[in-house]
């Protein structure tokens, strides 16, 4: 059985990671163990799927910060690739407190190309880069989401593309958040607040919201013309070693 480890940057980006799983690998053919990272301490957290027929097992390790991302496959890349881990995921936001330093208010294609650079400049350090990858959402988890219009819809029938546009100024079936958006969380919460909901990304939200998830939505963020090239790199990654 095949071994991965996915680190992300946070609770949403864990959750999100393990109903993909189950849409893109299907529930026959996998196992995965969802873990949480405070200060140097992992934690079980709901929820583990055991499944003796799998054929990769997946560890999902939520911990807690955008930056520390990296530094924790740096602590455990060797003792996980020790526990038969063949391939190590880094999942975070590309929006975050040093990309703001370097541009403010938009997206600039050289900041983020500067970003993805540094990252893998630190993976060819390790003692291992060939199965250490790293992925960004650009510019957040929220701007897939939001590629992934009818899946608000199905969260909330209010929450459909003509009454956000009416309200909010853009067709999410038009548009392509990943370039539109600089802070996509923000835009998120504006359209939960259309049918009265905070956006507190809270661990109940997040799975009541990703549990609509289905295929179609996944084609829908890869639609061609709005498509999100940040989530084909990790979807094509996750389809890859599965």
């Not at 020790?82 to 330093?101: F, H, P």
Request: proline content about 2%; overall charge neutral.
């Amino acid at each position: 059985m095949r071994k991965v480890a996915i680190f992300t940057e946070g609770q949403g980006e864990q959750i999100f990671v393990r109903e993909l799983l189950f849409l893109v690998i299907g529930y026959e053919a996998l196992s995965f163990e969802c873990l949480q990272l405070r200060k140097d301490n992992l934690h079980q957290v709901p929820y583990t799927y055991s499944n003796p027929s799998a054929t990769v097992h997946y560890l999902i390790v939520d911990v807690g910060n955008d930056v520390r991302v990296m530094s924790a496959i740096l602590e455990r890349q060797e003792s996980l690739i020790s526990k038969g881990y063949d391939v190590i995921i880094g999942l975070r936001d590309m929006y975050s407190d040093a990309y703001r330093r370097r541009s403010s208010s938009k997206i600039d294609d050289s900041v983020t190309n500067s970003f993805i650079s540094k990252h893998n400049e630190t993976i060819q350090g390790m003692s291992n880069p060939d199965k250490i990858f790293i992925f960004f959402a650009i510019m957040e988890l929220e701007s897939w989401l939001l590629s992934m219009y009818r899946l608000l819809e199905r969260f909330n029938p209010t929450l459909n593309c003509e009454h956000i546009e009416r309200e909010l100024g853009f067709d999410l079936s038009k548009i392509n958040p990943e370039t539109k958006f600089f802070h996509p969380a923000k835009h998120l919460a504006n359209i939960l607040l259309l049918a009265g909901k905070t956006y507190k990304k809270s661990k109940d939200q997040m799975e009541s919201i990703l549990s609509n998830m289905i295929r179609e939505d996944i084609d829908d963020a890869l639609e061609e013309g709005r498509r999100s090239k940040s989530f084909a790199l990790f979807l094509s990654k996750i389809r890859s070693v599965s």
